[in-house]
């Protein structure tokens, strides 16, 4: 009864390093979502893959790729990590549209020295 | 720019009282209303949502909708200090698979 699955939870970064967080849904979502979320603001949304074979960028998509590699997994890539970029990120998963409740992962909390 | 706000809080409640939480948007054509609950280091949990055509009750918890004045609420009857949370609020936008969040409301129960 995994649900939304995020590794790693925790990382620390050096400023231009680069990694990919990885996410997978067992819920056999068409959406995925990946956020982040800074103290005091809303979720903000970097890309979305509506359906698999797709993606699209949120409102916050600079400095960030993303991946949906089947319908399963979606993983998000911080080419040359920013200390602007220390969050915490969400993934989440839906059954398609807005108007479907999304279902997050534990979230991974990463911070860029 | 399409937004979505929230008291930011602390709002306390005394322990078996109601809380009542409000959230507002400012997209008329909004048609869809997720409430998520997030304790502090975890991640958000749905708690309801309600579409506009109507409010809906789900144990303890009721939302409303008020198109009118363009706000959505979230009562919580008979809190528990396990409600002490912070309380999102999401509404959709014109686009079909994005929503717009507020940042939050925290909400205290106090035994």
């Known amino acids: 009864n995994a649900g939304v699955t995020q590794t790693p939870k925790f990382q620390v970064l050096k400023t231009g390093q680069s990694m990919t967080l990885q996410c997978a849904q067992d819920?056999?979502?068409?959406?995925m979502y990946w956020y982040r979320q800074d103290p005091g603001m809303g979720l903000r949304l970097i890309y979305y893959?509506?359906?698999?074979?797709?993606?699209d960028k949120g409102e916050v998509p600079n400095g960030y790729n993303v991946s949906r590699l089947n319908k399963r997994e979606f993983s998000l890539r911080l080419e040359s990590a920013a200390p602007s970029q220390t969050s915490v990120y969400f993934c989440?998963?839906?059954?398609?549209?807005?108007?479907?409740?999304?279902?997050f992962g534990d979230g991974t909390r990463l911070s860029i020295l | 720019q399409k937004e979505v706000e929230q008291n930011s809080g602390p709002l306390s409640v005394p322990e078996g009282a109601i809380a009542s939480l409000n959230c507002t948007y400012s997209?008329?054509?909004?048609?869809?209303f997720f409430w998520y609950r997030q304790y502090s280091g975890k991640s958000p949990e749905l708690i309801m949502f309600?579409?506009s055509n109507g409010d809906k009750e789900d144990g303890r918890f009721t939302a409303q909708l008020n198109k009118a004045s363009q706000y959505v609420s979230l009562l919580i009857r008979d809190s528990q200090p396990s409600d002490s949370a912070t309380y999102l609020c999401?509404?959709?936008?014109?686009?079909?698979?994005?929503?717009?969040w507020g940042a939050g409301t925290k909400l205290i129960i106090k035994p």
């Open positions: 819920m056999n979502h068409n959406s």
């Open positions: 989440a998963s839906s059954e398609g549209q807005s108007n479907q409740p999304q279902h």
């Open positions: 997209d008329r054509g909004s048609q869809s």
């Open positions: 893959s509506a359906s698999e074979g797709t993606t």
């Open positions: 999401a509404v959709t936008v014109d686009s079909n698979y994005q929503l717009i």
């Open positions: 309600i579409y």
